[in-house]
């Protein structure tokens, strides 16, 4: 069965869907794998790369034609419509194909007799951990957050000792202990900033405090929710959470939020009333600025400042401005998922498989529970 790579189309997408130093798990399965020419040149994969690994390259002229007779179609973003409505019955893709962003693609693979597996939808099982892009993506955006934040942030990170004096270290604030979260206390910390962080999960205290890092705890309600997220919180709640959060704010250099419930807007954490507390100079990270926004006013891909001169960044592609690594952790994402489904060189979705059951979207004409 052969497997076809496209390069992304999507503006500021710098991530390829397949390394080369992964295909060799691919060819030893029996899968043949025909790769766009260029397709991975963001991510420092050359088309010689690729022929070296074992796939063949694929001129841009042509790949039109290779999609329409893959059996497999892997990519980062989902395939517009107009792509998936010419791919051939009982093929299978694999991407991210969000329902709320990407309704589109999903109706046309499913008029297609296309089997569409999102990777947004791989259960948070132990079983999955290896497919889990969700996870490794967030881990590239948190790492990304912190050095954002060094390098807007007027201050130095560190404690320095020096013949001039002494400098004080930065305080970060990170809303928002999950993957990325984490990532980015543990960034902040390794460059001597003196870090903080508050989750509405109290279980988050531990992982957060095992990093040195200060746990913030408010005396609210807990918002533990399944697969390890947090649950959506009422108005009410939101509001009393700001009111406390302010002081801890005001008092913070650098600000990161990575707050994100799955299938909906980004909670609003910072208000323009909490911003403009903050120091002159303050900076304020918003990873979830794509998805609404946990800071008013943060726009995707812009820098923004205030009035009082506290710097907001608006997080777009985050994980995409470390296409390497990036690339290098969802293809691995890929290829366990895909290998799941592979026996003896054939490519078959198991619905027995409670993975493939709640990652595919779309199947022999008809979407799924969750499209």
Known sequence: MRVAVPSETKAGEKRVALL??????????????????????????????????????????????????????????PLNAAVGSTLKKGAITISFLSPSNASDSIDALAKAGVTAISLEAVPRISRAQSMDALTSQAL???????????????????????????????????????????????????????VSAYDVRPSSADEVKSMGATFIELELEALEGAGGYAREMTEERAAKQRELLK????????????????????????????????????????????????VEGSKPGEVITTENGVKIWGGKDVPSQLPFHASYLYSRNVVNLLLLMTKEGVVTPDFSDEIIDAAALTHDGVKRKGA
């Open 140 to 194: 590239c955006a948190g790492y990304k957050a912190a050095l954002v934040g060094a390098e807007l942030s007027p201050r130095f990170f560190p404690l320095l000792m020096t013949a001039a004096g002494t400098v004080t270290p930065a305080n970060v604030l990170v809303l928002g202990a999950g993957v990325a979260g984490l990532q980015a206390i543990a960034t902040a910390k390794r460059l001597g900033a003196v």
């Open 20 to 77: 080369p130093d992964i295909i060799s798990k691919l060819t030893k399965a029996g899968l043949e794998v025909v790769i766009q020419s260029g397709a991975g040149i963001h991510a420092g994969a050359l088309d010689a790369d690729y022929k070296n690994a074992g796939a063949s390259i694929s001129q841009a002229s042509d790949i039109g034609k290779e999609l329409s007779s893959a059996d497999v179609i892997v990519s980062v973003q």
């Open 247 to 294: 002081p801890h704010i005001s008092k913070s250099h650098v600000l990161i939020t990575t707050a994100a419930v799955p299938g909906r807007p980004a909670p609003r954490l910072v208000t323009k009333e909490m911003y403009d507390a903050m120091a002159q100079g303050s900076v304020i990270v918003d990873l979830a600025a794509e998805s609404g926004g946990n």
